[in-house]
C-alpha cells in the first residue's frame, strides 16, 4: 500500500486524488480486518479448550466419565428397583397366605395333625371360634364343598345354577355354587341339595375322583385288581367303582386310619379323614409338599413288604423241620432205653 501511494505522489497525483482512491481501500482493508478477528479469536479459543482438556489430569477426565456412567446407573438403578419391587410384592402375597394355627383338640402326635395343620396354614380349612377342630366329627357336605372350591381353584366345567332349597344367606352358598360349575358335587334333578348330609368314604371318593379326573388307572406296573388286592375289603368295593378307587391308590390319595389295609368305604368321613385326602390329592397335582405318613396307601411299598415277609416265613418253617426232626429220634431213642429197662 506504501509504495502504491509513493508512485502516485512521483507521478504528479494531486493529494486530493490521493486521498480519493486510498479512502475507499483502507476502509474495505478495516473491514476485513474485524472480520477476520472474530473467527480467530473462535479458533484461539477453541485451540486452547482443546489445549486444556489434554492437560487436565487423568482423575478429572475419569469423572467426566463417571458423570455419564452415572446417568446409565441411574437408569439401571431404576430398572433393578421396578424388578425388586416386583419379587417382593409376589413374596408378601405368599406370605399372607400362611398362618400358624394351633387346635385345642389336635396334638402334634394325632394321626391325621400334620394333613389339618398344613391345610390350615394355607386356609383350606378352619376350626371353631372355641378353637377346636373337631376332627373326629362326621363332615358335612357343605364342608366338603368349602374345602375343594379353596383346595384346586378348578376352571368351571358347567353353568352356575340357582339351588332351589339353599338359601343365599347360608354360609357356604358360595361354595356349594362354585362346586357345583366345578363339578365337585351334584343336584338332584330338580336342583336341590342337602348341605348337612354327611358323606360315606365311597361318596367322598368317587366325587373328588371323578372332578379330579382321576378315573383311569395309568400305571403299567399294575393291573387295577392289583391294586386293590392290598385291602382285605376289596370285595365290599362296588364294581362299577373299582376302577376309581385304584385310580386314587394309583395317585396316592387313599389314607386309611386306624388299619392301612382297610377301606371301610361305607362308613361315615371324618373331617381328620377329608383333610388327609384332600391334602394328599393337592399333593398328588403338585399343589403341596409330599409329606410321610403311615396312613398313606403305597402299593409299591406294600407289595415289597408282602414279598419280604413270605420269604422270611419260608426260612422260619425250614428252620423248624430240622429241629424237630432231631428231637423225634432223641425220643425213640428214650423209648428203646425204658423198654430195655422193664
Same mark, same amino acid.
Given at each position: ?85 416386583? $419379587?417382593?410384592? &409376589?413374596? +408378601? #402375597?405368599? =406370605? ?7 387346635? %385345642? *383338640?389336635?396334638? !402334634? ?105 382321576? $378315573?383311569?388307572? &395309568?400305571? +403299567? #406296573?399294575? =393291573? ?7 385291602? %382285605? *375289603?376289596?370285595? !365290599? ?106
Amino acid at each position: 500500500m506504501g509504495q502504491l501511494f509513493y508512485r502516485l505522489l512521483l507521478n504528479g497525483t494531486s493529494l486530493a486524488t490521493l486521498v480519493a482512491v486510498v479512502a475507499p481501500l483502507m476502509t474495505a482493508l478495516t473491514a476485513l480486518t474485524f472480520t477476520a478477528q472474530p473467527a480467530s479469536a473462535a479458533t484461539l479459543t477453541a485451540d486452547a479448550d482443546a489445549t486444556q482438556l489434554a492437560e487436565l489430569p487423568d482423575q478429572q477426565l475419569k469423572d467426566d466419565d463417571d458423570d455419564d456412567d452415572d446417568d446409565d446407573d441411574d437408569d439401571d438403578k431404576t430398572e433393578h428397583q421396578e424388578t425388586r419391587e416386583s $419379587t417382593t410384592t &409376589t413374596t +408378601t #402375597t405368599t =406370605t399372607t397366605t400362611v398362618t400358624q394355627v394351633t387346635y %385345642t *383338640d389336635v396334638t !402334634t402326635d394325632y394321626w391325621a395333625s400334620e394333613f389339618i395343620y398344613r391345610l390350615a396354614s394355607i386356609d383350606i380349612v378352619s376350626g371353631y371360634p372355641d378353637g377346636e377342630f373337631l376332627p373326629n366329627t362326621y363332615l358335612t357336605k357343605a364342608h366338603y364343598a368349602a374345602m375343594v372350591t379353596k383346595a384346586f381353584n378348578k376352571r368351571a366345567v358347567r353353568e352356575t345354577v340357582n339351588i332351589r332349597n339353599v338359601s343365599q344367606f347360608y354360609w357356604a352358598y358360595n361354595a356349594l355354587e362354585a362346586a357345583y360349575a366345578q363339578g365337585f358335587i351334584d343336584l338332584t334333578p330338580d336342583n336341590t341339595f342337602d348341605p348337612e348330609a354327611n358323606m360315606t368314604k365311597l361318596e367322598f371318593f368317587v366325587m373328588l375322583a371323578q372332578a379330579l379326573d382321576y $378315573t383311569e388307572v &395309568t400305571s +403299567t #406296573t399294575y =393291573t387295577v385288581e392289583e391294586l386293590l388286592s392290598v385291602f %382285605t *375289603d376289596a370285595d !365290599t368295593i362296588p364294581t362299577e367303582y373299582r376302577v376309581i378307587i385304584a385310580a386314587l391308590v394309583e395317585k396316592g390319595v387313599i389314607v386309611n386310619y386306624p388299619t392301612l389295609t382297610r377301606l371301610n368305604l361305607f362308613e361315615r368321613v371324618t373331617r381328620a379323614e377329608a383333610s388327609s385326602f384332600i391334602y394328599q390329592a393337592m399333593a398328588s397335582k403338585s399343589l403341596v409338599e409330599t409329606i410321610y405318613s403311615e396312613y398313606i396307601v403305597d402299593v409299591v411299598g406294600l407289595f415289597e413288604e408282602t414279598t419280604t415277609t413270605t420269604e422270611t416265613t419260608v426260612e422260619t418253617e425250614t428252620t423248624t423241620d430240622v429241629t424237630v426232626s432231631g428231637d423225634d429220634d432223641d425220643d425213640d431213642d428214650d423209648d428203646d432205653d425204658d423198654d430195655d429197662g422193664d
